[in-house]
């Protein structure tokens, strides 16, 4: 056997020790044998090469030439050491000495391989023994090596390898056990690894989310304490890194998963990570789930929550009613500081709530909480206009005025007695309290985790209405929000009109060019067959297809970005849309040589898909009324859609 040691490295001394130095090195190596277990040929052949190699260097003239090899050897293939050769009898004794030196993978790979046909050994033998043996404490060795060098799924695999090899050779059932529990303890290490990898790194990050389910599950759920050997607090502290490097679309599977299991904590976090989604992707659709998701854990003290979520959707009336709700005094008194409007007060809170804890805990989101911006967003507008239009016929119900004895229920006897015997009820009891008492309560409580889920997360609400109020700017006045303007079908404001050239303007002595058309039936076939084509092109791209390129040919290039970033927003996030557009009506309304306008009616519905094809969100189908600019810079070139606008 060659092992990849020179005389120097296996006894263990320095290239310039003195003769002396070696023998006493040698000695105390005698002396400090590896441990307990290995049989005595085991021990008498590492004490054997060791006293070679001792005898050798002590030799000045021997010592002298296979310095010069060494060097010379060294300088010719650089980071390769030369190798001695074992005889086969002393084999066991050289992986000892190997590990020793600092190379336990190297020597675990030695002792494995040594167990395998054709060269295994006899059942039962003592070279068995001291194999599996060394098999075990090399393979914990370079564990804690790699857990040490923060390679942390390395030293997961190679301490799976030492494990498997300990099973189907039925030994060293406690070297085994001890294997077993340091992966156990390298699960959190693990998951941190592989989750913090580049996002193009799939197949890795992949097995860290199952990883991370696996750690949850051992632990009993999000707020479980089965694991004596990770406290809450431990957790805590490494979930919300953890989240840190996981993406929005990662963390609401991982959540929605761990709801449907009845998990309360998972529940709250999905409702965020869907607020998040909706919010920076421009997808109503996602913060109504999430406003679904909140409303089953009333009694957590979500109020202040729904109400930023009511307020993305459009239902401002709802909004203040649920802001007032979820109020104390003192957040009632700040929200009345933020202008003489209530909605300015629930304008500010959700900002700031947006910011704080909502959009900071994703890999892949740089949104900005700009309430401005995101209502002036097509797809919210055009979510917003059908919100309203099914309010109006009946379709979904009205926001009906919250009173103040739907505040807080009256308990029964038993829940008076047990209210008053828990810690928890001061919470309730004592609305007087300002924010900083409160998140002191809150995390007093979290500390000593005495209390039941639902009192809990009422601790939680508390603590999180308090951070965000206190985050707040107290002295900055908003100004009444204005009003959403009503626009139409995905895309953002139209650009400026496109204008002609003065070479390309009519004559004025001519028919007054804007006058509706009946000599050009050709134009208005052609344009309509333009925007079918549009619409058709449009759809296949946002349902995933590549044709940017025929876009580009019916379009203006801003709409055609509109689209193509569209569909990429989707993309990220593993999504697709499925819209259908069909033409009921399509009027000129004004026609010349390079430009003409239409008013178009279009029936139209939009349903959204996930990776697997599987409808998240379907909205019946809507009549659309638009106006369609259409330009061309010269009669004899084909026409091109420039502009459109929402008829109010």
Known sequence: MELPLDHFRLLGVSPVVASDGVLRTLQQRLDRPPGPGFSQGALTARAELLELSANFLADVERRQNYERLVTEQTNETAGIFPALDVPSNLEVGGLILLMESGQAIEAFEGARKALQPPQAPALGSSRELDLSLLAALACQQGGSERKHERHYETAALLLQQGIQLLQRMGQQLERRLALEADLQALLPYRVLDLLSRPLIESLQRELGLELLQELISRRGGLDGELDPNFSQEAFQAFFQQIR?????????????????????????????????????????????????????????????????????????????????????????????????????????????????????????????????????????????????????????????????????????????????????????????LNLQERLQQAKTWWETRRWSRNQRWLVIGLAMVATSAIGLNLGRKQEQAPAIPKEALLLPPPPVAVLPSAEQLPNPESPNPESPSTESPSAEQATREVLEQWLKAKADLLAGGNNQAILSKLASAQLVNNVVDNRAADASQGLSQRVTAKIEKFNVVSNSPIRLEAQVEILYSEDLLDAKGKALKQDAAITINNTYVFVRPDPKQAWQLADFRSIN
Request: hydrophobic share 40%; net charge negative.
């Open 244 to 432: 840190n490097f996981l993406t929005v679309q990662e963390q609401i599977d991982l959540f929605l998963s761990m709801a449907e299991a009845g998990s309360v904590t998972a529940d709250f976090l999905s409702a965020y990570a869907l607020t998040a989604s909706g919010f920076a992707q421009r997808k109503p659709e996602r913060i109504e789930a999430a406003l679904e998701r909140l409303k089953t854990l009333h009694e957590v003290g979500v109020e202040p929550e729904i109400a930023c979520l009511q307020l993305l959707l459009g239902n401002t009336k709802a909004a203040e009613l649920h802001f007032q709700r979820g109020s104390d005094p003192e957040l009632e008194h700040w929200a009345k500081e933020q202008g003489d409007d209530p909605l300015a007060g629930v304008c500010a809170y959700c900002r700031d709530w947006l910011e704080r804890q909502v959009l900071a805990c994703y890999r892949d989101l740089e949104a900005d909480p700009d309430l401005e911006a995101y209502f002036a967003d097509r797809d919210v507008q055009a979510y917003v206009e059908r919100s309203d239009r099914r309010r109006l016929h009946g379709l979904e119900p009205q926001h009906e005025p919250i009173t103040n004895f739907e505040f807080i229920p009256t308990p029964s006897a038993v829940e008076l007695e047990e209210l008053l015997d828990n810690p928890a009820a001061e919470i309730k009891k004592s609305p007087q």
